[in-house]
């Protein structure tokens, strides 16, 4: 029986940089979480320790520090694809890199005063080897709410089966989005549009489950952004759970609601084109 190595990749995973632009009194904020993957020729060192062709994760994380004094960070897309492009060109032994980013945004208050936002984070995963570049930009953590609009009956039903079924119910989640581009494009212009498209169509869909919403807001990006191939949601289904309140003498007609932690309902699905194009790298 032989043993071979498998797959394998290696780089420095959450490198939290924030980045102040200080042109006179109004400064600027960025806050990054950067993840670099590595991969290419490295079979030496796992076989026999040969390190000659590992470029160091500490040099890795090094180089996310210096980029962003060197380059500025403004769009996220934009900063990832110039590592990734950095480690292919400057590496021989590596042939593809892939650079995640989270964003995390502050509001402003005064010139240099900032107030973090809630758990919202803007994402990107760009993917560069010899044969392509491929951008997947994303968001996690929007939380959204419908208090009323929202129906799930007429489910099957089995032995095990004791959900009551409701014609009014609260829908929330908290969306974990990703999409893929064909091509570079706008990304400042392309990023609130997939927002706005997001939301647009969790609140004016009226919902007979979340996997029917998750549709809905994938196709609504399809729609109204032609930058857009291809659509991955995840939605928790946050469920609110009616309250027996009778003993207390109280009715409760979707009034009072336990706001379960979990379990939860984990509703996932893609929507895309019928021709898009393929690909190749890193959701
Ligand atoms: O929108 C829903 N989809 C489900 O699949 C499901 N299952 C469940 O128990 N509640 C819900 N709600």
Known sequence: MGIVLG???YGKAETRVVRVVRDGQRHELRDLNVSVSLSGDLDATHLAGDNAGVLPTDTQKNTVYAFAKEHGIDQPEDFALRLARHFVASQPTIHRARVHIEQHSWQRLGPHSFQRDGG????TTVTVDTAGEWVVSGLAGLVLLNSTDSEFWGYAKDGYTTLPETRDRILATAVDARWRFAAPTDWADSYPGVRAALVA?????YSLSLQQTLYAMGR?????????VEVRLALPNKHHLLVDLAPFGLDNPNEVFVAADRPYGLIEGTVLRSDAPSYDGAF
């Open 201 to 205: 169509a969790f609140v004016q869909t």
């Open 7 to 9: 797959p394998n990749r």
């Open 220 to 228: 609504r990006v399809l729609e109204e952004r032609p930058e857009v």
């Open 120 to 123: 919202e984070t803007r994402t």
